[in-house]
Structure formats: C-alpha cells, structure tokens
C-alpha cells in the first residue's frame, strides 16, 4: 500500500511513477482524524495507519487492489466512518470528513478528475487493434477450410509432423514469461499473485509441465512403435534428461556461496515431474510390434495410471490438511507473518514450508517470498517445494492424457470436446 508517490530510478535520475497510483485528497474543516487502511490483497490482515491528526492532506493509494478505509478521531479513537473502494489509476478523489456534535457526521469519498486515461485502458485498446488486424489479414491473406481442418485426421500417422497448437501453446507460454520476467509493465496480473489468488504469470509455469506431458505422448508412441526403441534405453534416456535439466536448474540458481545455494527452482521441479510421468508411461505401454488406435484403447494405458494420480493427489491432500506443525494449527497453508494478527508468524507455508526447510535447511530455499514484503514474514519459502511435485507430477499427466487423447480420436472435433468436457469436469471440481 502507497502512501507517497513513488520513486524511479532511470538511468541515475529521478522521476515520479503515477502507475497504479490514485490520489487522495482528505479535507476536515473543524476535526482532525487518524486514517487508517488495509488492502483486500493481504489476507486476514490488521488496519494500518496511513495517516495521523490530518485535517487537510494528500496521500497516494495503491490501485491493484480494493481498499479498505477507517476513519478515526483522534481525540479519543472513536469510529467515525469505513469505506472500500476500488480506487482506479490516475484519479483523484477527494474524502471529506466533518462532525458537529454526537448527532452529525460526514464521511463522503468521490472521484474530483481523472488526469488521464490509464495504462492499462491504452493497453486493452492497443490489443483490440492488434487482434483486429490480424483477423483481418488472416481472413484476406490466407483464406482457410474451418470444416475441413476440424474433420482432418490426427497426426498420428505422421508422427513427424509438427502439432501447431502445440507450437502456439508453447510460444504464449514463452512470450507471457519473458514479459512477466521483465517486469510486465507494472501490471498487476503480469505478476506473481503474492499468495492467495492467480494471475496470467502464474499459469506459465504449470502450462510448460502440460507442455511436458503432452509432448511426452507423442515422443512415446514415436520411439515405442516406429523406431522400436527397448523401454530400458528410454527409461535411461529419461534419467539422464532430467539430470542434466536439474542440474541446469542448480546452475542458475548457485550463488558465490555454496552455504546459501538454493537446491530447488523451476527447471528442478519440471525435471522431477518429467523423470516420474515417463518413467510410469514406458513402464505401463504395452510392448507391440506395430501401432494401431484399437491396441492402445484394448490396453487402457489412462486406467493403469489414473489409480497411481489419484494415490499421489491424496497423499499430498492428506499431509496438507492433516499434518501437524509445531506451533502452527493443523491443516494450516497461509502466509505466516502478520496474517491472522500474527498469530502464526512463523508458520509460512504450513507442512509445505516445513518439510522444505527440514530436509534441505532454511539457507537452501528462496529467500525472497512473494509474501515477504506484503505479510512481513521472516522464514524463507520455496514455490517450488517438495510437497508441491506431488500436484506437478498430476498436471504433467492431464498434459500426457490429452496428448493419448490427440493420438486415439479420429479427428480434431472430437478431440476438442473432449477436452473441453475434462476441462468442465476440472472446474466444477475446483467449484
């Protein structure tokens, strides 16, 4: 939450950021007050004082967020009025505060000017324009048969062949983690939620191990049945991958000193979840001279595997919701610090946090928490821990399951209800 407008530094100087920034104008003729504020972001979260004894000041609140304002005197303390609002960027409003006697209070909060239109309203319409655009060449460049792309036959007759949505997936995905990496413009949504939540950026990360999986159908059914690769290469090709995909990830992560070296990260967990999902694939396809659809739907490779999903799943569901941290309370997964009034300050991450600062030491984990500056908490937190691969290896195989799907259905219509159907069935189940 701001209260002074904020700093930049460019190229050694100095310039005042107006992004994601409202200004507020609060004006008592006769009573001073104590304003006091909370974002709706931090999650059970005390009042903060954001300004004390004010009859006429100006104070710059955060934006990405909806607000909540109390209003105290501060005579004796007593409530005088709260307010939430949604403050927008670049608008200045003015909340006037009076009282005359026990019987007579004013708190009104309105809008005065908007000094411009905001960043994200001229990025919204600069999309509009792109998308527009394209559509428009698309259509007049490269006219195209809807009908006939949606009946063609899948790829699996040529394995060789690239599968474009594929291609287009992963290039989002990249393109989404570059920008966020980059600072995302000062958007909200092209940053890490700070613990409860989900943003654009959030969803690169788990959409590279769908990636995974459904690239790992297709690679299977290549080597098993058209180069006839033995299970024991692939199984040894598989461990060496995600060995050198691990220790890439120690690599990135390694610091000058080896005593506060972080040992997980993302390349880390995509390794492990890779090395798991094949090695249970090569394992569990049958061992056949040639490939047919009826033969992989005759051995029902999903129900050997959905068994083993569903054990991983509530095996991590079981230890979250029912293992004990000392002094923390059972099944609890917040941010510690000053959430719930403090009460549970050093229990960041619940059982997740634990077994991660148990088995690998609180110098051997990320340091810097999304949740640090906004809950101030102290102990370090990996995203990446170990009780998190149990749900990445789950979503790597959903990727491997719609990939099977994409080699077994005829063509592409009915491949795309069928994911559609998965994806209305994984919904209602969040719901």
Not at 122 to 144: K, R, S
Not at 349 to 378: E, M, W
Request: net charge positive; aromatic share 14%; charged share 15%.
């Amino acid at each position: 939450m701001t209260t002074t407008l904020p700093q930049l530094q460019i190229f050694g100087a100095t310039f005042y950021s107006t992004l994601n920034v409202a200004q507020l104008l609060i004006y008592s003729p006769s009573t001073s007050f104590s304003i006091y504020a909370r974002s709706s972001n931090c999650y059970r979260c005390s009042y903060e004082n954001i300004a004390e004894d004010v009859t006429n000041t100006t104070i710059y609140l955060d934006t990405n967020y909806p607000i909540d304002i109390n209003v105290l005197k501060s005579s004796n303390k007593t409530f005088h009025c709260q307010r939430q609002i949604q403050f927008q960027e670049g608008v200045r409003y003015l909340m006037f505060l009076d009282t005359q006697g026990d019987n007579y209070t004013e708190c009104t909060l309105r809008p005065l000017l908007k000094d411009r239109i905001s960043v994200l309203d001229q990025g919204l319409m600069l999309f509009a324009c792109v998308i527009a655009m394209n559509y428009i060449l698309w259509h007049l460049l490269y006219p195209v048969n809807l009908k006939r792309n949606l009946y063609q036959q899948p790829h699996i007759d040529n394995l060789d062949r690239r599968i474009r949505s594929l291609d287009l997936y992963r290039g989002l995905c990249a393109i989404v983690m570059a920008f966020g990496d980059s600072g995302g413009g000062q958007y909200r949504f092209f940053k890490h939620s700070i613990w409860n939540g989900l943003t654009i950026v959030d969803v690169v990360f788990p959409g590279f191990i769908f990636i995974s999986g459904f690239s790992l159908s297709i690679s299977l059914v290549k080597r098993l049945y058209k180069m006839q690769t033995p299970k024991l290469i692939l199984i040894v090709t598989t461990i060496r991958r995600s060995f050198y995909l691990f220790f890439l990830g120690l690599l990135i992560n390694g610091p000058c000193q080896i005593s506060n070296w972080r040992l997980l990260g993302v390349l880390q967990r995509i390794s492990v979840t890779f090395l798991v999902v094949s090695c249970l694939a090569v394992w569990l396809y049958p061992t056949i001279k040639s490939f047919t659809k009826d033969q992989v739907l005759q051995e029902k490779v999903l129900r050997k595997m959905w068994p083993i999903m569903v054990l991983i799943v509530g095996l991590h569901t079981y230890v979250t919701l029912t293992a004990a941290v000392p002094d923390c309370p059972v099944g609890y997964s917040g941010p510690g610090g000053k959430s719930d009034d403090g009460k549970y300050y050093n229990c960041t991450g619940g059982i997740a946090g634990f077994i991660d600062r148990f088995v690998f030491g609180s110098n051997h984990l990320y340091s810097r928490p999304t949740c640090k500056l906004l809950y101030q908490s102290s102990q370090p937190f990996d995203p990446e821990g170990v009780l998190g691969t149990l749900t990445s290896i789950f979503l790597c195989f959903l990727g491997l399951q719609m990939g099977i799907l994409h080699n077994i259905f005829s063509n592409n219509l009915r491949i795309m209800r069928t994911w559609i159907l998965f994806g209305l069935l994984l919904v209602w189940n969040q719901n």
